[in-house]
T-cell receptor
Framework: DVKVTQSSRYLVKRTGEKVFLECVQDMDHENMFWYRQDPGLGLRLIYFSYDVKMKEKGDIPEGYSVSREKKERFSLILESASTNQTSMYLC??????????FGEGSRLTVL | AQSVTQLGSHVSVSEGALVLLRCNYSSSVPPYLFWYVQYPNKGLQLLLKYTSAATLVKGINGFEAEFKKSETSFHLTKPSAHMSDAAEYFCAVSGSGGSYIPTFGRGTSLIVHP
């Protein structure tokens, strides 16, 4: 079975802190994604990566950056966390047949 | 550009009743269509997908969906709801080739009453 692991399930940070959200997949998938999930807004794409060191902005990249130094790992970085970044963050990897495999999510609260 | 519309943010049914969750899409290329389910405090998992084979697609847990090109719809159904079906359901579309980035609907919360 494909496994996508997000390192932190719950985080509480203060405004202005730097936040790292880590995601690791174990199936050698080329494509990986970071989504943000908010009630009533569904999933919104922050960034995606189609290969190592390759990244593309999604629909809401402002305030975020990403890093993909190894194929299995895709990190989301909040350089200076703000309260409006309080949300559920979902990482996913994509198989060649199109479907996504998701991690269990990282719920971030910024105080 | 592609988009997904899920009609109804909440759907409430009684246990044993028919489940119908609606999804309409727009896509400039032949689409791949997906339904995902999210249980509380979990990530999304794939229920079923349409990739231009049979128009009626069967998924896990007794769910199925029918692709209707003329209506640009991909509604999700289950003949008899179970309490364990209570969850958030997301419809998603992606194109083939270069437009493969999936776009998700806003989700429909399924509530099952005993």
């Amino acid at each position: 079975d494909v496994k996508v692991t997000q390192s932190s399930r719950y985080l509480v940070k203060r405004t202005g802190e730097k936040v790292f959200l880590e995601c690791v997949q174990d199936m050698d998938h080329e494509n990986m994604f970071w989504y943000r999930q908010d009630p009533g807004l569904g999933l919104r794409l922050i960034y995606f990566s189609y290969d190592v060191k390759m990244k593309e902005k999604g629909d809401i990249p402002e305030g975020y950056s990403v890093s993909r130094e190894k194929k299995e790992r895709f990190s989301l970085i909040l350089e200076s966390a703000s309260t409006n970044q309080t949300s559920m963050y979902l990482c996913a990897s994509r198989v060649y047949t199109g479907e996504l495999f998701f991690g269990e999510g990282s719920r971030l609260t910024v105080l | 550009a592609q988009s997904v519309t899920q009609l109804g943010s909440h759907v409430s049914v009684s246990e044993g009743a028919l489940v119908l969750l609606r999804c309409n899409y727009s896509s400039s290329v032949p689409p791949y269509l997906f339904w995902y389910v999210q249980y509380p405090n979990k990530g999304l998992q794939l229920l079923l997908k349409y990739t231009s084979a049979a128009t009626l697609v069967k998924g896990i847990n007794g769910f199925e969906a029918e692709f209707k090109k003329s209506e640009t719809s991909f509604h999700l159904t289950k003949p008899s709801a179970h309490m364990s079906d209570a969850a958030e359901y997301f419809c998603a579309v992606s194109g083939s080739g270069g437009s493969y980035i999936p776009t998700f609907g806003r989700g429909t919360s399924l509530i099952v009453h005993p």
